[in-house]
T-cell receptor, first 115, second 115 residues
Framework: DTGVSQDPRHKITKRGQNVTFRCDPISEHNRLYWYRQTLGQGPEFLTYFQNEAQLEKSRLLSDRFSAERPKGSFSTLEIQRTEQGDSAMYLC?????????????FGSGTRLTVV | AQSVAQPEDQVNVAEGNPLTVKCTYSVSGNPYLFWYVQYPNRGLQFLLKYITGDNLVKGSYGFEAEFNKSQTSFHLKKPSALVSDSALYFCAVSSPTDSWGKLQFGAGTQVVVTP
């Protein structure tokens, strides 16, 4: 297992189009998080899964955003009717539950540019 | 609610001099504290974490951080900075018993190490 993988690395889309990003977490990690990072800012929490259950969604996640984690493995984040304000780096992270090995591993991110 | 403050937008240091990046936090429950580094157009790389135990934590690339509960601080330090340490540094806090363990990030501190 080589870590958290995100695909694609870069996505350029026209305003109004739909986009979907994929995240493959570390296989034994039961928790998966999505964050959004705009230029020069810290990552902001979007949503969280424990196994296949989506347990929390940020108010940042408008109705145009949807995330899934079927079977508790990979996750997808879809943005419908993209807007220029959606341009950001979308980061995925996975973690184990509690314990001394508790920690988060981040993927390299998907940079979205809406033109 | 969790929060993290990184009071300095940028830290400038000459190569070979000590480097300190400040972080203070607020969290209900026991804090789990993390430092990450980000290079341009890349994801977050883990440096170190404090979960429990010794207040002085040693991490990757010669970095260390000291957990100070009374001052609610977790400053990142390196005895002798390298030009290659120039990057964006993020402090983050989590409380596994609160908010599903999601990370709350600071705004980041840009470190510039000059030759």
């Amino acid at each position: 297992d080589t870590g958290v993988s995100q695909d694609p690395r870069h996505k350029i889309t026209k305003r109004g189009q739909n986009v979907t990003f994929r995240c493959d977490p570390i296989s034994e990690h039961n928790r998966l998080y999505w964050y959004r990072q705009t230029l020069g800012q810290g990552p902001e929490f979007l949503t969280y899964f424990q196994n296949e259950a989506q347990l929390e969604k940020s108010r940042l996640l408008s109705d145009r955003f949807s995330a899934e984690r079927p079977k508790g493995s990979f996750s997808t984040l879809e943005i419908q009717r993209t807007e220029q304000g959606d341009s950001a780096m979308y980061l995925c992270a996975s973690s184990l539950s509690l314990g001394r090995d508790y920690g988060y591993t981040f993927g390299s991110g998907t940079r979205l540019t809406v033109v | 609610a969790q929060s993290v403050a990184q009071p300095e937008d940028q830290v400038n240091v000459a190569e070979g001099n000590p480097l300190t990046v400040k972080c203070t936090y607020s969290v209900s429950g026991n804090p789990y504290l993390f430092w990450y580094v980000q290079y341009p157009n890349r994801g977050l790389q883990f440096l170190l974490k404090y979960i429990t135990g010794d207040n002085l934590v040693k991490g990757s690339y010669g970095f260390e951080a000291e957990f100070n509960k009374s001052q609610t601080s977790f400053h990142l330090k390196k005895p002798s900075a390298l030009v290659s340490d120039s990057a964006l540094y993020f402090c983050a806090v989590s409380s596994p018993t609160d908010s599903w363990g999601k990370l709350q990030f600071g705004a980041g501190t840009q470190v510039v190490v000059t030759p």
